[in-house]
T-cell receptor, first 110, second 114 residues
Framework: SQELEQSPQSLIVQEGKNLTINCTSSKTLYGLYWYKQKYGEGLIFLMMLQKGGEEKSHEKITAKLDEKKQQSSLHITASQPSHAGIYLCGATGGAQKLVFGQGTRLTINP | DGGITQSPKYLFRKEGQNVTLSCEQNLNHDAMYWYRQDPGQGLRLIYYSQIVNDFQKGDIAEGYSVSREKKESFPLTVTSAQKNPTAFYLC?????????????FGQGTRLTVV
């Protein structure tokens, strides 16, 4: 079955700095999702990528899917305290099975 | 407003008891999912369903059971066979069809064994 590996598992950055989170798949990605979670709450959808080389942005967050469709990155520019949380990548394999990586816990220091 | 609702938010269970977590959606989604999240970890898939009266095991189905008698509802029962049930449980739903669409999540149920 499809497995997603996120790196790093934990990230601490100073406010205003840029950062990148990576998501690597054991199989070709056909639907790659990025979500954000605050502790003890549900997941908030950020972006979805489908095509190799695709890039999407929303405010200060940019997500990319590589040409081979096996790796995605999430980049945050000029980080703010509101960006703190857990970021998860998810992917849909066959038969609508939606699986997730282990998450990246992001802390923003003022 | 359309959405997905999980209840209760907090649940306490004695060892050896079965307990059922509720998940209801009014988004007219065909697919529904149950995940388990442990501290510091990501989401692990327990069960998922693409259509009424049908469901498939995920990666950690042992000790859990589900039913899908109605499109809107996908309850999860944590049985006494689940040896370590204390965790945060999340339910999600999504459309099924051409292309890929995002899944919508409930706010979760935190289950604690006492």
């Amino acid at each position: 079955s499809q497995e997603l590996e996120q790196s790093p598992q934990s990230l601490i950055v100073q406010e205003g700095k840029n950062l990148t989170i990576n998501c690597t798949s054991s199989k070709t990605l056909y639907g790659l999702y990025w979500y954000k979670q605050k502790y003890g709450e549900g997941l908030i959808f950020l972006m979805m990528l489908q095509k190799g080389g695709e890039e999407k942005s929303h405010e200060k967050i940019t997500a990319k899917l590589d040409e081979k469709k096996q790796q995605s990155s999430l980049h945050i520019t000029a980080s703010q305290p509101s960006h703190a949380g857990i970021y998860l990548c998810g992917a849909t394999g066959g038969a609508q099975k939606l699986v997730f990586g282990q998450g990246t816990r992001l802390t923003i220091n003022p | 407003d359309g959405g997905i609702t999980q209840s209760p938010k907090y649940l306490f269970r004695k060892e050896g008891q079965n307990v059922t977590l509720s998940c209801e959606q009014n988004l007219n989604h065909d697919a529904m999912y149950w995940y388990r999240q442990d501290p510091g970890q990501g989401l692990r898939l327990i069960y998922y369903s693409q259509i009424v009266n049908d469901f498939q095991k995920g990666d950690i189905a042992e000790g859990y059971s589900v039913s899908r008698e109605k499109k809107e509802s996908f309850p999860l029962t944590v049985t006494s066979a689940q040896k370590n049930p204390t965790a945060f449980y999340l339910c999600a739903s999504s459309m099924v069809g051409a292309g890929y669409t995002e899944a919508f999540f409930g706010q979760g149920t935190r289950l604690t064994v006492v």
